[in-house]
DNA sequence: CAAGTGACTTCCATCCTACGGAAGAGAAGG
DNA sequence: CCTTCTCTTCCGTAGGATGGAAGTCACTTG
């Protein structure tokens, strides 16, 4: 018999996380993972006892998987002497991204977004029930970031979490979608949906601004904007955007 | 019996890569990673057998590990049936990015860079005796792109590799430096060094183009841009630019 | 200055877990 | 139908990962 979900004899404590092991996981594995998806947003260097807990790992477990994970740059030792992610995570993380090769299309329609709203602009692909964010070019007014890329969140709510569902839902949305502070207070979200040549939506792309900035004007302004950028990265990616203009 | 180097029993022709374990390492995970990095850029998804064959390892043992791998998304299956590289490395990999906290001072600089070039702009850090690009704007022209964040590069050649090493080399170099097909023929790459504010050097900032674009007007323009860039993010990161300057 | 504290590292015997052989399932092709 | 190929499940074994204990080092406290 392998491993239980639940297992008494674990460590105990608190530790925040939980190697949440499916069955027939290999362990060693699971955990290695475990410290790497231990780091959080704005740890820089964490130290080996700071992680061990995180994980709920024995100390000497967690240095020797620690002593893997640097030999092959997963992470790395922090000059203060703690552990740090490493390099390599970016290199693959890269190269996931380029795998779905989306970029040579989404990031200058992002770009052109960007500059003629001068907001945020970004594109989010659906992910199972959830959707992540993929690409993302900052406004250049000092604003603050809310979203990251990479992140996830979940279907369904939010303009962009709306778009991505947008041609199945009942009644239809009218596109683009807005959302004011529906995921998050004080923002303001459009966003459309973007199909791919089998005509299955690819993504959605849009604009994020902070609450203040959006008036009339700049309603009249960017929802058209984000409807042609929809339209436009739906036919260079082969795709068919009339389903996308039907509802505008 | 473990496994030698080079073992003729090996599932036959030639695995391409093999889990170069270090002594002390925790096979199970060495092997997990070796996963990860037996993906090659293009490679959308790997069928099981490849995968097992690029990291020299048993069907039985890739899968099992491809399994863990796939629970917490760091691959993922394709819907033709086969493992490709999944978005929990993109999460970790912008996690990596950003607890360099360098974005926000790196990006708007390339934005700069590339808005005023029209060339696609790139930074680049030190890592040990390598160098790797960890931003990139590329260039509004349809050009090729030659590099890609994440790649690593040598140190000492090339334009930004050359620039990295350029406040300890001997003679000191003229700023910025310019290097002609040094390392990637037909390609032209500007590039200056810039300082963090312990005066140490944070990376190097630059620009690259296709060599037929690089004539005396370009070179007119372009060198002053990265100078002035080198130095704006020098200053960003709060450090000296003086010794940048010195050398222009 | 010595004792104490806390983070990190090394060592090693034990037990359990990851391993891989073998055989089954399933699809594609002849 | 049989062959061939890829993928998957099963299970006994042995070698590897585990974690307790003790040692090292740097820094603080009495």
Do not use: W
Not at 40 to 46: T, V
Request: charged residues 25%; positive net charge; glycine residues 10%.
């Amino acid at each position: 018999m392998t491993r239980k979900p639940t297992d008494p004899t674990r460590p105990a404590a608190g530790p925040r996380r939980e190697a949440a092991d499916a069955e027939g996981n290999v362990r060693a594995v699971d955990r290695a993972l475990a410290i790497l998806q231990s780091f959080e947003e704005g740890d820089a260097a964490l130290p080996l006892v700071e992680i061990a807990r995180r994980a709920g790992l024995h100390l000497t477990t967690a240095l020797r998987l620690l002593g893997t994970l640097e030999s092959h740059g997963f992470v790395q030792r922090g000059a203060a002497g703690g552990y740090a992610l490493g390099p390599q995570l970016l290199a693959l993380g890269e190269r996931f991204r380029r795998s779905l090769r989306l970029e040579d299309q989404v990031m200058p329609a992002l770009d052109r977004l960007r500059s003629e709203s001068r907001e945020s602009a970004a594109f989010f692909v659906r992910e199972g029930e959830q959707r992540r964010c993929l690409f993302r070019q900052e406004s250049p007014q000092p604003v603050r970031t809310v979203a990251q890329v990479g992140d996830v969140a979940p279907l369904g709510i939010g303009a962009y979490g709306r778009a991505l569902v947008a041609l199945e839902a009942e009644p239809r949305p009218r596109l683009p979608i807005v959302s004011h502070g529906e995921r998050l207070p004080e923002v303001v979200a459009i966003a459309a949906p973007v199909l791919n040549g089998r005509g299955a939506v690819a993504g959605a792309i849009g604009i994020t601004m902070p609450r203040y900035r959006f008036d009339p004007a700049a309603e009249a302004r960017c929802l058209p904007l984000v409807l042609r950028e929809a339209a436009a990265l739906t036919r260079a990616l082969g795709g068919d955007p009339s389903p996308i203009l039907a509802l505008a």
